[in-house]
């Protein structure tokens, strides 16, 4: 039998930087074993024997054959690993047999003798011959085979007694590598394209051989071949299987091992992007359709959602810096919240809390953190100029994933299908993820305004995902725990001792943007709208000291888009901030957005000769009261507000004002007596049908959707 073992003493040989040495002497000393070696050349050299056996610099050079890792054929364990259990029984039976007739004991040992061994015509002292006699009569083989039994045994053990089981071959399928070479390249050809038939592929692979190589060059497989081939290089390149957006992503992984950013605390990364939501959505301002996007912020190593703003048809600037103010400053939680889902004030976890019942209010919907570095996509919102300045103001890093490379953002990748199949698609009016997806008619459902879906999606954050352990939240060191989010936070102060918090709650008007005005005796005029306050005082009869400003004398003034009530100005004396109001802002009982004036204003040149903000702002909040409603007949209600709204404020064209002329209508023998004014179609509160008044009372039924949308 082989052995791994080699003697090392005076005479062995090594290969030493790439010199064949001897061993000529070894010595004993103070500092451990030594060696001496001497080269071709008669040079010694003296070194540690520890140097020599375990140093890369060295390697031995046996004197005899024995086991190597360069040998052909797999190891004991992968020919074992790849038998079933009847195939593994009948080796081990086999085995058995080679042991008695070998020792005389099935065991192989004396002391691990079984009941009756050894049998008398296997006794140790009887001679080997006669033994291998008695195994054949008891088999019924030949001597050749178990002599090759005995001789695999001596050899492999256990696994030279398996069916010998190596990688498979190659494919034999095809006639000519160059055929399937070409094959191959014509199929990533097809990746950026809409997705060939098998047939297409066959016929242009081999008009590009003919092509290439010359007719009757190559050997073209048969049609039923090609078709086999095709399948086998489908797992190299997918293209035929699967979708062509999943082929695509296929074929952009890097080349090589991935490598992946490791967080070690909170707050350390923090993951943000949008995406398009799966639920058919309302705007509660406008009363129109609307596609939603939803904008978050996670923070990478807890995986917890530190910021959501929902906002309708596309994302802004300002809306990706409001998801990175809920960071800095998050939101209060519902009062109705149930414990365990509230992050008390400051982030801290509750089990370092002294007492959790002295918590004062209702807490918050995540922990506080300030980022370290951002990690966002190529996205203008998140590469635009307002959210840089204020990332490079605040001393956060921004790194922006590889284009078109969704796994480099992989964590918030993945709460968007998990928002999507453990929550939107369980709401009315769930449309699918694509058009494959979509039921027949989702939009007879009930729908949510874009109000109540960002605080359903918060309420199921905090109660649901911040809670259930994830499958990526795990401790190395405790490699079998699965942490939830929550958990993870707690963890990750432990580990590192700290968080991030924010210095100054000030620092959230930095987030906002800026507008230049001038301040006037009457205040500041931004979008036709006045806004005013003592903080103006001193400064309405003075120069600007902002000399380069866009705007002449032109002052710096922080707004907010979704709040037009007030803006911010911050006092250049002592620095502090001061909030100017609207001078309409009594009218409003609620925040109200730029986008929602502009509609207003709209509404009211459609409905009074000579409107003010006043009155839209007025007119508009009426419209409110009837677009909130949180009943189903008063929903639906909403939806025929918004149609008429949608039926008039087409511009008239001037064909049609040609024909309303009552000249024209004389000429064209219609009638141009004075007919009744028509109602306006915009009035603050629409006088209900006996169908909707029926619906209040019973709570109506599901035929108004069946045309609701239809011109929508």
């Known amino acids: 039998m082989s052995r791994a073992g080699t003697r090392v003493g005076v005479g062995t040989r090594f290969r030493y930087d790439g010199e064949n040495v001897e061993v000529v002497e070894m010595a004993t000393t103070t500092a451990g074993n030594e060696v001496v070696l001497k080269d071709a050349y008669g040079r010694l050299l003296r070194l540690s024997l520890k140097e020599l056996l375990f140093s890369d610099r060295a390697a031995i050079c046996p004197d005899g054959p024995g086991p190597s890792g360069g040998d052909e054929g797999e190891i004991a364990s992968v020919v074992l690993g790849q038998l079933d259990e009847a195939e593994k029984r009948k080796v081990l039976d086999r085995a058995d047999h080679v042991r008695e007739v070998l020792t005389g004991y099935r065991s192989g040992s004396p002391e691990l003798a079984r009941d009756g061994e050894p049998r008398p015509e296997y006794a140790p002292e009887k001679p080997l011959e006669v033994r291998y006699a008695a195994k054949i009569t008891e088999l019924g083989m030949g001597l050749r085979t178990l002599k090759r039994w005995v001789a695999a045994f001596r050899e492999h053990g256990e696994a030279g007694l398996a069916r010998r089981k190596g990688p498979a071959r190659k494919s034999e399928l095809a006639t000519d590598d160059r055929w399937v070479e070409t094959a191959l390249e014509v199929m990533v050809e097809h990746t950026g394209e809409s997705k060939p038939s098998r047939t297409m592929v066959i016929e242009r692979t081999r008009s590009r051989v003919i092509a290439r190589f010359g007719p009757e060059v190559v050997p073209q497989p048969s049609r039923a071949t090609a078709f086999r081939l095709l399948e086998e290089l489908e797992r190299r390149h997918p293209l035929f299987r699967l979708s062509t957006k999943r082929n695509r992503d296929i074929a952009d992984r890097p080349e090589g091992v991935y490598g992946k950013l490791r967080p070690t605390r909170p707050g350390e990364y923090l993951l943000m992007d949008s995406t398009r939501l799966d639920v058919f959505a309302f705007d509660p301002f406008t009363l129109r359709w609307v596609q939603a996007e939803l904008s978050v912020g996670m923070d990478w190593y807890t995986r917890c959602i530190t910021g959501i703003r929902i906002t309708p048809v596309s994302t802004k600037a300002v809306d990706v810096s409001a998801v990175l103010y809920q960071s800095f400053r998050p939101r209060r939680a519902g009062a109705d919240w149930p414990r365990d889902a509230v992050w008390p004030e400051h982030g801290i976890p509750r ?51 590889r284009l078109r490379t969704g796994r480099d953002k992989g964590p918030v990748e993945r709460y968007f299908r998990t928002l999507r199949e453990g929550l939107l698609q369980a709401l009315p009016g769930y449309k699918g993820p694509d058009i494959h997806s979509r039921g027949e008619s989702p939009e007879d459902d009930a729908f949510f305004f874009l109000d109540e879906l960002e605080a359903i999606i918060w309420e199921w954050t905090a109660t649901v995902y911040h809670r259930r352990p994830h499958a990526s939240l795990v401790d190395p060191s405790l490699p079998g725990l699965r942490m939830s989010p929550a958990a993870m936070f707690e963890h990750g102060m432990a580990r590192a001792g700290y968080i991030e918090a924010p210095r100054d709650r000030d620092l959230g008007f930095e987030f906002l943007k800026t507008v230049w005005r001038t301040i006037q005796p009457y205040g500041v005029e931004i979008g036709r709208r006045r806004y005013n306050g003592s903080a103006l005082n001193d400064y309405r009869n003075i120069k600007s000291p902002y000399t380069d400003s866009p705007v002449k004398d032109g002052w710096p003034f922080q707004v907010d888009p979704d709040d037009i009530t007030r803006i911010y100005f911050r006092d250049p004396a002592d620095r502090s901030w001061h909030s100017l109001l609207w001078e309409h802002a009594p009218s409003a009982s609620m925040p109200l957005s730029e986008d929602a004036l502009t509609f207003a204003r709209k509404l009211a040149a459609a409905k009074y000769r000579f409107p003010d903000d006043r009155l839209a702002v007025a007119d508009l909040l009426e419209r409110w009261n009837v677009g909130l409603g949180t009943t189903l007949p008063e929903r639906r209600m909403a939806l025929r507000l918004s149609r008429e709204q949608a039926a008039i404020e087409l511009p008239q064209t001037e064909e049609e004002m040609v024909v309303s002329l009552p000249s024209v209508r004389m000429a064209l023998g219609q009638s141009t007596e004075r007919e009744e004014p028509v109602k306006p179609v915009l009035t603050a509160a629409p006088e209900m049908g006996d169908d909707d008044e029926a619906d209040l009372e019973d709570g109506g039924d599901d035929d108004f959707y069946a045309d609701a949308l239809e011109d929508v």
């Open 351 to 401: 089990s370092v809390l002294v007492d959790v019942e002295s918590l004062e209010g209702p807490g918050l919907v995540s922990p506080p953190l300030v980022p370290e570095t951002l990690v966002v996509d190529h996205g203008k919102v998140y590469v635009s100029e307002h959210l840089t300045s204020v990332c490079r103001r605040m001393g956060i890093s921004i790194q922006p994933a």
